[in-house]
DNA sequence: CGGCGGCTTGGGATCGATTGCAGACATCGT
DNA sequence: ACGATGTCTGCAATCGATCCCAAGCCGCCG
């Protein structure tokens, strides 16, 4: 592989020249910086990354930390996030934690010398790792929250009023939630969402089935619970809990949407390969990772957070519901 | 960040010395090590990578390419190629081509600078880009086969001849098969693998419904075409598709595994999602993954293709048929 | 005609590690 | 007691770029 020395010899000039031909071209005369071009261009060459990451002190590379690959919803975000990144010349490390809060810190240090930031989706650790974890470098966070922090994530309030709007506009008066793990920041929101949201409209009630874990078993007992309470709808933390719904509202003989309405969040591939389609709120799951990016890039270009992105960031992501055929008007 | 020169200074020793007390402990004294130990750990020092990949020209850092990270199959891919690296040390560029294998050969230029050797899933790409790639650096490559290239496959001849035996055990004599797109290197062989097996059982008919795409909507012009030719039993090119059949024929109110038995392919995991569950035959996703960096860290190691792995890894990984509700015996 | 400023260019230090070589010192045998 | 051998350590070169500084050269102005 050729390196500036070859070229420098190949043009006839000093390694300094053809340096700046290449970084710097203005402070070049023209007759020279063509010549170290066509040297360039006939040895192939580019310059070492790993030597100009030593000398400045960046690597031109960004990180990207998610709890699990496997998970359709940090599929999505990473996808957005590569295609930015790439789109920047950013090539991005992706490190998958496992599910496992207590990885996260060692995985950030790992990156920390290697990379210039890093998108962090860690909807499950708590405040304090993530603080330690962006004293050590610029850190953007998808789908969660600080104050201090930039951070992208989706209205869910406004996704989840939409779905209460829709059900209402329906005639269902009697609701019911299936949440997810208590521990969840955006299941949290949500919840709050459902409830203003709940008030707002008046004459709906909204009543709580209880903690379901967020996977397609959760649902089996999520259903029994809503049958059980006699609801006319139900609204799930997210689509797998929803499809679980599905299955055993189905295996009970309760059909759906006839004798009971269901609801399912994040609009994966899925919702639409059951029957009946489920009803869901749609996510902007790449839009997150791209917008993550974006604010990580014009931190690293600026040198700090700028104020006006930080903003825009606040001005959440919006969700869209979709309506399927998981939903209908309620029984007489 | 502390570099090796405060660590010296704090030590008391030169800079060699705590650079060789870290590498090569052996060729330090007990005393001096621990004294560059306890200031090390003091400092919080540790080498910068970015230095050493310099210094040694390895960047101790793998690539990994991949067409679409939202494809469950590649998620699961990049998970275990992700989790092998992990605990070896290394971290993963991961790159999405979006499908678009022109997109392959620019984005393995920019890893090549970058790590020590890649990844590269590619279903689609041509044997010549392919080529030109290992020219560049250590290539191993996914779910497709090339003579003197290290590589890891699913044994698919096998899982395809184990959905043929269980539908025959059934009784299933006329079985229609619905493939994949023409270009695809592992449709083929699974199209083969079918064709062999059923001549060695001899009395069943293997009936072609045609080539479909592999999403949700192509299964439903395939099961038009099974019920249209009266097999008593599909096997699909994947998953998805065979969701499609299953779709469609309840649709036209025939009845799963009543009148028509429906295999699928890799067993994501919908299938399960679904009534009723899909038969399907289970490819070790995360366990190509793994193999593959396997084989690469030990390509690294050696700096030369290990002929014993390379043997190995012509002993493809294990597919298994997972049976589930929507196999039955065919209709009297 | 001398000097000053601007434009180009090259020399060489620098980033932070690794490592060949050689020097310092101790140990051991004779 | 002296040389040989071996152990431990430091100096300095090296990887490949970037960039400060200074030098060379040109033209222009007084």
Redesign the interface.
Known sequence: ?ANAHDVAQLAGVSVSTVSRALTAPAQVSSATRERVLAAAERLGY?P????R??RLGR?H?LGLLVP???N?YF??V??GV??RA?AAGY??????S?EDPTAEPG?VA??A??VDGIVLASPRSDDDTLRKAVAQLPVVLVSRDMVDLPSVAVDDADGIAQVLGHLHALGHRKVGVAAGPATSWSGARRLDGLRVAAERLGDVTVVELGSFRPY?SGGFAAADHAVAQGVTAVVAFND?MA??IL?RL?GRGVKVPQDVSVVGYDDV??A????PALTTVRVPRTGLGRRAVDLLLSWLDTGHVDDRALASARHRLPAELVIRDSTGVPPA
Chains 1, 2 share one sequence.
Not at 91 to 96: K, Q, R, S
Request: proline letters at 7%; hydrophobic letters at 40%.
């Open positions: 592989m580019t070492n990354p790993t030597a990451g030593l690597s590379t699990d690959l496997e359709p599929a999505s990473t996808k590569q295609a790439r090539p991005v490390f992706v490190a998958d496992e995985l790992q990156f010398r290697r397609f797998l499809l679980g299955d189905r591939d899925v639409t390969l059951v029957s």
